[in-house]
């Protein structure tokens, strides 16, 4: 077993590329040397500072719709899919829908994988609960946090992760005026 931030891993679960990592928790790069020069935050990587850093930069491109803004035009060319009606890719083996073709592509490639094996090799520690993907496993264990940033302004409800905001917000308030629900993030 390999444990990094925490996480166990087998060098089977591991890709051909991080499978020769060293097994001991002590030689994992868990400690966070690399600081913000802006907010103080560390981070155990290069790759986690410099992805925090986008934080920082100026929001220019803001959403005609709901005002929301991002430092990146494509970020916002993103983030309009929200107010499309409908998801319009559609996974032809399960019938699952998506917002963007690219996450209907990377959907495809967990059914050519694990994802409707009925294998759930990633427990949670918390709480037991098994999971196919590891990614699915990360996102139920943000649920586990008292840290819970993403705030529905419309009922008193908070959120761990985006995603669990974005699907109370889609299930609660389809019906409300998209312009007034301002997601926490």
């Known amino acids: 077993m390999i444990e990094c931030f ?10 051909s590329k991080f499978a020769a990592l060293p097994t001991s928790a002590g030689n994992c ?3 966070r040397s690399h600081k913000c020069s802006v907010c103080g935050n560390s981070f155990p990587t290069s790759g986690g500072l410099q992805k925090h850093s986008y934080k920082h930069k100026p929001r220019t491109f803001s959403c005609d719709i709901c005002g929301q803004s ?8 993103t983030h309009t899919l ?15 829908s998506f917002l963007q073709a690219s996450n ?4 495809g490639v967990k059914h050519r994988g694990k994802l409707h094996t009925g294998d759930r090799p990633y427990e949670c520690d918390v709480c037991q609960k ?9 996102r139920h264990i943000a649920t ?19 995603q669990a905001l974005k699907a109370h917000v ?7 005026n998209k312009e007034d629900i301002v997601l926490g993030f």
Request: with cysteine; charged share 25%; net charge positive.
């Open 82 to 96: 929200v107010h499309i009606d409908g998801k319009p890719y559609l996974c032809e083996i399960c019938g699952k």
């Open 170 to 176: 889609v299930s609660h308030h389809s019906d409300d």
């Open 70 to 77: 991002f430092y990146h035009p494509n970020l916002l060319k």
């Open 29 to 31: 790069p868990s400690e």
């Open 104 to 107: 209907l592509r990377l959907h």
């Open 6 to 15: 925490g996480v166990c891993y087998s060098s089977q679960q591991l890709s």
């Open 144 to 162: 586990h946090r008292r840290d819970k940033p993403y705030v529905c302004t419309l009922r008193p409800k908070t959120y761990a992760d985006v």
């Open 130 to 138: 098994r999971f196919a993907l590891r990614g699915n496993l990360q």
